[in-house]
């Protein structure tokens, strides 16, 4: 079988050439994380000079938007002393040597933990504090003065769209169609404020190096929104508990803001939350068993939906997750 890596060298460094750029391409290796984007990692040498770059496109299944409104994201919170990586070269076309849109960014030193548990106290402590400080500056900038303005949020960011894809897999776990309609009777009685919300802000989207956060990921999902949204989102526990003391990080965070964080609100949130990743592990399921996406990484989230379903319905209940 011929090597894929060769490919999509020659492909970039073609692309390369074609603009102007004469960049000797090296693709090392493909991640096996993120079902959304295909990423490649690799090096650019110009002569002596050595210099780590990402590759990212499109699946099949997403399309080019989501590279569209990563490239968007990354534009609009580039100079605002943020942990993102830079956006170095991008093509909007279909009509490049890949067929579709891409973005080239610089790598950023270091790796992406497998979650909170995975690190040693102080450290998770340390990190926890700099995710907190990352997100109340992501979210003082005025998404109004922004392109963002006029995105349009995911589905899955909001709850009248994520009850739309839950109902097209009915019927629901008992616990979902619960959630369902305790959302829909408890949604918070305050207008929530207005900010660039990244949509999946979490520890498996932070590169670390060295105690320090330099890179926050995945940003196709980025657009105006509620930004307890990505408060909650930073501590739910996907694979493990956190491991962090909540009440400390969410006084930093409205210090850093200057806005009172409504417990109400908070809970709201949380709920919505706990029903999002219970979608993601019965939407994968039912998606491997029409064989329409053979992708063992979903039949893996089967075994993930009674831990979903057990923490979505303890997040209605108010029970502590950990």
Request: charged share 20%; proline share 7%.
């Amino acid at each position: 079988m011929a090597d894929p890596r060769k490919d999509i060298a020659e492909r970039l460094g073609a692309w390369f050439a074609a603009h102007g750029a004469l960049h000797d391409v090296i693709i090392e290796a493909r991640t096996t994380v993120g079902l959304s984007q295909i990423t490649w990692l690799g090096t650019l040498r110009d002569g002596a000079e050595l210099r780590p770059i990402v590759l990212r496109l499109p699946t099949a299944a997403s399309g080019g938007r989501s590279i569209l409104a990563q490239r968007l994201a990354l534009q609009v919170v580039a100079g605002h002393h943020l942990p993102v990586p830079e956006l170095l070269w991008h093509d909007d076309g279909h009509d490049n040597l890949f067929g579709c849109p891409f973005i080239v960014m610089a790598r950023a030193p270091g790796s992406v933990p497998v979650g909170w548990e995975a690190l040693d106290t102080d450290v998770r402590h340390c990190l926890a504090e700099q995710a907190i400080d990352a997100l109340a500056g992501l979210h003082a900038i005025d998404v109004d003065q922004t392109p963002l303005a006029h995105s349009e949020p995911s589905s899955l960011m909001d709850y009248r769209g994520l009850e739309r894809l839950a109902r097209r897999l009915s019927p629901l776990p008992p616990v979902m169609d619960a959630a369902l309609w305790w959302l829909a009777r408890h949604q918070p009685k305050m207008q929530p404020r207005r900010a660039i919300v990244h949509g999946d802000y979490r520890m498996g989207n932070m590169v670390v190096d060295e105690g320090r956060i330099t890179g926050i990921l995945d940003w196709e999902m980025a657009a105006p929104g509620d930004p307890l949204a990505d408060l909650v989102w930073c501590f739910i526990p996907v694979w493990e508990p956190p491991g962090v003391d909540e009440a400390p990080l969410l006084k930093r965070y409205a210090e850093r803001t200057g806005i009172d964080i409504d417990s109400d609100a908070l809970h709201w949130h949380r709920v919505l939350a706990f029903l999002r990743l219970s979608y993601y592990a019965l939407s994968a399921t039912r998606a491997f068993d029409s064989g329409k996406v053979p992708d063992l990484r979903l039949a893996a989230l089967r075994l993930h939906l009674p831990i979903r379903l057990d923490r979505l319905a303890a997040a209605m209940a108010g029970e502590p997750l950990c």
